[in-house]
């Protein structure tokens, strides 16, 4: 049995889908893709309904272009499918997605027990910088929690009742996806990244979200300045009111069965 796949990728870029075909039967993977939506196809009005430039200046440190509302509303429409699925544990993809080690042996250990990932998400595309804990070994990788993400949705596992938590939320844009993934007091679900970095972003493609936060940023560098230096406070403010016991965080428990002692990362 092979994990199902979903690919997020606009239905009319051909070179990336069939780049993404080639790189999933390396391994044979079952894949399907899902439809991204363009940024400059959200009209004004439906940019109004689904992000919120109010809260986005109190949350984050500049505004959203359109591309990064487009990417969450993305992910959030994989996450639907996911719920409606019988899969506990699904694989999320986006079209710049390259393995840099052979995921089978961790995909396949991590199917036999899919139930006991049902409440969490794996991030494959990097690592924590800062000391973590160790919830699980999987194959040659080790499971880390860490109150200190890295950056990017290029590829991640997600159990159904992960993206069932996170689609309960149901709150307007106001940050881009992986920075709303960070603030996990917000949200509580289990997040782990990996030992060993195990997808990264195809260099050869120019990412389209990276090429549009360059324009979204506050005009004077002072206004950057300030707005940052408050994005940082709070998320630090909360990072630290909310420290990670992975005793008391729902969701871990399947994972932390006798014999599976948690241990802080080399």
Known sequence: MSIKTVILSLPNDVERRRFCESEIARFGLC??????????????AELRKFYDADMNRIKFKRP???NEVACTLGHRQIWQEIVKSQDYVSLVLEDDAAFVQDPRSFLEELLECGKCFEDVMIKLDGISRNNGQ????????????SDRLP???????IGRRAAKRLLALNAPIARPIDIDLKFY???NVPILTLGQK??????????????????????????RFVRNLMYQTKYTYGRLSHPLN??????????????NRVRNRA
């Open 31 to 44: 894949h399907k893709f899902s439809d991204a939506i363009a940024g400059d196809q959200i009209s004004n």
């Open 64 to 66: 959203l272009s359109r």
């Open 134 to 145: 160790v919830i699980k070994s999987v194959a040659d990788q080790n499971l880390i929690l």
């Open 151 to 157: 950056p990017r949705t290029t590829g991640y596992i």
């Open 185 to 187: 007091w917000e949200h």
């Open 198 to 223: 195990m997808i990264t972003e195809r260099e050869d493609f120019n990412s389209t979200i990276d090429h549009c936060r360059s324009k979204t940023k506050p005009g004077s560098s002072m206004a």
């Open 246 to 259: 992975p005793d008391m965080i729902e969701g871990l428990g399947p994972l932390m069965q006798a014999g």
